[in-house]
């Protein structure tokens, strides 16, 4: 059968039904010999309307048709035991049956979350000077030379690295080149939010060790760093958040609003626990 766009989007449902009645209509436009009674033959059902009434909600999925379905339908390992966890999740009578397989559907749709994300988004965020060089590219007068962009990083790259850097920002849309040379920024977003933490971790770490090289060698009018170790409440804790989160969103706005850019700065905040919660059982 045809590539189906419904299959390709199976861990997107939390409905079987649905997702069978899209497969099945798809088929249908995609294949003029593709019926109800083609499947049924298919997976071996001796009803031709079986999956008809599934789709309708008249009967419920047996282990048994599972399996005939899942063979018909070519899933892999991971889609079949997407659509099992599925079943079993619109089937359930139970809450917390319910609960379990939803626990599950979860389980796989964060396996499979690193795989769906795009090849330019999980590029742009494997090297921690592709969103610098976006910036400084954007700005700095280096006319070209890469050797010049490459030095203007803290720390350096080399003049090769820079010029891969642009020609991938460039062909990821991330960046464009105008008639006079200069380069400009699309308006083009990556937000590392929509990002699976795992595509991030590298990049995060390595940010990580600049701050660190950055307060122990940098002079204190050239970078801001505080440290404070608190006791508190967690709706304490949560009030630091939304005062952070509000400070960030001040800071970006006015960033976002600068005319005269200097120089590309790497603003972290974070804050994180250093103790278990008080009165709760400690191992001995």
């Known amino acids: ?5 419904a299959l390709e989007h199976l861990f ?3 409905d079987f039904r649905k997702f069978m009645q899209d497969y099945f209509e798809e088929q249908k436009k995609m294949r003029s010999v593709f019926s109800h009674r083609f499947f049924a033959a298919k997976a071996g059902f001796s009803s031709s309307s079986y999956c008809l009434n599934v789709i309708r909600g008249r009967f419920n999925l047996t282990p048994k048709s599972i399996e005939k379905i899942s063979k018909a339908m070519d899933f892999e390992p991971l889609q079949k035991e997407y ?11 139970q809450v917390d049956e319910r609960d379990q397989a939803w ?3 979860l389980q796989i749709r964060k396996q499979i979350e690193f795989t769906h994300i795009t090849t330019r988004e999980q ?3 494997s090297k921690w000077y592709y969103p610098v060089i976006r910036e400084l ?3 700095s007068q280096w006319h070209g030379d890469y050797r010049i962009l490459a030095r203007s990083l803290t720390p350096q790259i080399t003049t090769e690295e820079a010029r891969d850097a642009v020609k991938n920002l460039l062909e990821w849309g991330l960046l464009r080149k105008l008639d006079d040379g ?3 920024q699309t308006s083009q977003m990556l937000d590392a939010a929509e990002i699976p933490p795992i595509a991030l971790r590298q990049i995060r770490r390595e940010y990580i060790q600049h701050a660190i090289g950055a307060v122990e060698s940098m ?3 050239e970078r801001f760093a505080a440290f404070t170790t608190l006791a508190m409440s967690e709706s304490s804790y949560n009030y630091a958040v939304d005062v952070l989160e509000e400070a960030r969103k001040k800071i970006i706005a006015r960033a976002s609003n600068d005319t005269n850019v200097e120089r590309v700065y790497e603003m972290m905040l974070v804050a994180f626990p250093m103790s278990k919660k008080v009165g709760t059982e400690v191992e001995r």
């Not at 059968?1 to 766009?5: A, L, N, R, V």
């Not at 659509?83 to 009578?93: D, G, I, K, M, S």
């Open 83 to 93: 659509f099992e966890a599925l079943v079993q999740y619109n089937q359930a009578q």
């Open 123 to 125: 590029a742009y965020f």
């Open 103 to 105: 626990k599950q559907i």
């Open 182 to 184: 200069r380069y400009v």
């Open 137 to 139: 590219a954007a700005d």
């Open 1 to 5: 059968m045809g590539m189906s766009i």
């Open 12 to 14: 997107d449902y939390d």
């Open 219 to 221: 002079p204190k009018d």
